[in-house]
């Protein structure tokens, strides 16, 4: 069976706030998922499909949650624009553009720190601790005086932020094997995308508060978001689960079997008297940390990334206008954007199910983009707005299902938690960049055809697909590779130990594509 993600370990899990009892659970569950003799056999006895179901409904409603409430605060300053901040702080266009670009520096500089924070201090308390620190920062936002001011808040929100989706996408991967974490990927990342289509409506309403307390309503709109997120890290403070070693509603057998599963994952297993099977490595070591910035596949999946980011932020920022100029109504418009959304949602849990069954990323993925690219040739072939429309209706439902594709395919492929945890920091942070630019692609001198920015994301698309087909490629001739030398007994020069520190470079380990 292939498979990859994580435990956590030895540190210091939770679920109660006693530091020794969990250690000391923590190294009961381990042992029992460690002690000699151990097979998937030795678990034979419990319902998987149960133990997934219950941590379907313990991890993943929190997660969206919390994903929606980073969706909503990122993205409120357009409709914050909309009920007049620009006008109100007396800026000019260049500096709203600059306001919104300012959030990615910082967002994409700090979600590396952030992962790695993440496991040594464990998720029920680093997640809510940055869900507090973000929603102070939005509130305050609600009582800027000027262009400065918003500047500065922005760029402290991108540091707040930066540890939310890529901690909660490596939080996952913590509990879930590589052949089932894409459905949960999906479906926490969908369900926000779904509610976040309805933030435009939230921010209309939120805007008629206009006067009271002699704010604007645009200011309303941080403050009473902002507010709502304290509260909700504080909830998960909580709800939130730190690790399966540590999980209450899990028998202690249970946790083992799960623990199992994650450690021994995309290996196969090693031949030889007396060799046990390569567990991943758990402990810290700053080689690590230095193995995944030297790995080629991150920074050729980061291309992949963009090709998916990039029209992601693109859709979202230009969707409105389009629907504008189709001649409805603002109200209207936010309406006719959350068919786009649910349909988009839908579809990214049904291909991630698929996915998941049939074992396999690249395929999905590589057609997502194609129909990108004809999503956009639509969009940049005519200004017959329903054309347009279409067009990106098509793209839509093509960015959804690769986003979360492609940030699990990733994840797949990086062994060892703790070079995991900067991998898909690195792909997220520096990944992100491409919002950064894609939020500069819509220039309003190019209204209503867009041709630039329609153009410059049809490069991106086709950049992805290249990198898409040469990370295919080169995947399936290592895999080769090492299966013949393991069918020369190569694995025989190295010790277990080696080859668990080895991580996805092992001969044992088996790339997911």
């Known amino acids: 069976m292939t498979l990859i993600t994580e435990k956590p370990?030895?540190?210091?899990?939770?679920?109660?706030?006693?530091?020794?009892?969990?250690?000391?659970?923590?190294?009961?569950?381990?042992?029992?998922?460690?002690?000699?003799?151990?097979?998937?056999?030795?678990?034979?006895?419990?319902?998987?499909?149960?133990?997934?179901?219950?941590?379907?409904?313990?991890?993943?409603?929190?997660?969206?949650?919390?994903?929606l409430l980073s969706f909503?605060?990122?993205?409120?300053?357009?409709?914050?624009?909309?009920e007049g901040l620009q006008e109100d702080l007396q800026m000019n266009p260049d500096q709203y553009n600059w306001c919104l670009t300012v959030f990615f520096f910082t967002y994409a500089a700090f979600e590396v720190p952030s992962n790695l924070l993440l496991k040594r201090l464990r998720p029920s308390r680093w997640l809510p601790f940055i869900m507090v620190a973000w929603g102070v920062v939005m509130t305050l936002m609600g009582i800027v005086k000027n262009f400065q001011g918003l500047l500065i808040a922005r760029l402290f929100l991108g540091v707040a932020e930066?540890?939310?989706?890529?901690?909660?996408?490596?939080?996952?991967?913590?509990?879930?094997?590589?052949?089932?974490?894409?459905?949960?990927?999906?479906?926490?990342?969908?369900?926000?995308?779904?509610?976040?289509?309805?933030?435009?409506?939230?921010?209309?309403?939120?805007?008629?508060?206009?006067?009271?307390?002699?704010?604007e309503g645009w200011r309303w709109i941080f403050i009473l978001e902002g507010i709502a997120t304290v509260v909700a890290a504080a909830i998960a403070f909580f709800v939130l689960h730190d690790f399966p070693e540590t999980a209450k509603f899990l028998t202690e057998e249970e946790r083992a079997f799960v623990v199992f599963r994650l450690k021994y994952q995309g290996q196969i297993q090693a031949k030889g008297q007396g060799r046990g099977e390569v567990a991943q490595a758990e402990e810290f070591d700053w080689r690590y940390v230095?193995?995944?910035?030297?790995?080629?596949?991150?920074?050729?999946?980061?291309?992949?990334?963009?090709?998916?980011?990039?029209?992601?932020?693109?859709?979202?920022?230009?969707?409105?206008?389009?629907?504008?100029?189709?001649?409805y109504s603002s109200s209207t418009a936010q309406l006719m954007t959350v068919p786009i959304y649910v349909t988009a949602a839908i579809l990214a849990v049904v291909f991630a199910y698929i996915s998941d069954r049939v074992g396999k990323r690249s395929p999905f993925i590589i057609v997502f983009l194609l129909m990108m690219i004809v999503g956009f040739s639509m969009c940049i072939s005519t200004s017959n707005p329903r054309v347009v429309y279409g067009g990106v209706f098509i793209v839509a439902c093509a960015i959804y299902?690769?986003?979360?594709?492609?940030?699990?395919?990733?994840?797949?492929?990086?062994?060892?938690?703790?070079?995991?945890?900067?991998?898909?920091?690195?792909?997220?942070?520096?990944?992100?960049?491409?919002?950064?630019?894609a939020s500069n692609f819509y220039r309003q001198k190019d209204s209503p055809h867009y041709i630039l920015g329609h153009g410059l994301e049809l490069g991106f698309v086709s950049a992805g697909i290249i990198a898409g087909l040469t990370l295919t490629a080169s995947y399936t001739a290592v895999n080769k590779k090492r299966e013949s030398l393991v069918?020369?007994?190569?694995?025989?020069?190295?010790?277990?130990?080696?080859?668990?520190a080895k991580g996805d470079k092992a001969i044992t380990f088996r790339y997911m594509y």
């Open 162 to 215: 930066a540890g939310l989706y890529p901690g909660c996408a490596y939080y996952l991967t913590m509990w879930y094997c590589r052949h089932e974490i894409q459905l949960r990927q999906a479906m926490f990342f969908s369900a926000a995308s779904i509610a976040g289509a309805f933030s435009g409506l939230l921010a209309f309403a939120i805007s008629k508060m206009d006067g009271v307390g002699n704010l």
């Open 290 to 327: 230095w193995a995944a910035f030297k790995d080629w596949q991150i920074w050729t999946n980061i291309f992949v990334y963009w090709g998916v980011v990039c029209p992601l932020y693109g859709v979202s920022l230009f969707l409105p206008t389009i629907i504008n100029n189709m001649g």
């Open 9 to 67: 370990e030895i540190i210091e899990p939770v679920a109660d706030h006693s530091e020794g009892h969990h250690d000391g659970e923590t190294g009961r569950v381990d042992a029992l998922a460690t002690a000699p003799g151990t097979t998937r056999e030795s678990f034979a006895h419990l319902d998987e499909k149960k133990i997934l179901r219950k941590m379907d409904v313990r991890l993943i409603p929190m997660l969206a949650v919390l994903y």
């Open 401 to 437: 299902p690769a986003f979360p594709g492609n940030i699990t395919w990733l994840a797949n492929n990086l062994a060892g938690s703790y070079k995991r945890s900067v991998g898909m920091a690195i792909q997220i942070g520096v990944g992100n960049l491409g919002g950064a630019m």
């Open 487 to 500: 069918a020369e007994g190569g694995e025989a020069r190295f010790t277990t130990e080696e080859l668990s």
């Open 72 to 82: 909503l605060d990122r993205g409120n300053i357009g409709n914050a624009k909309i």
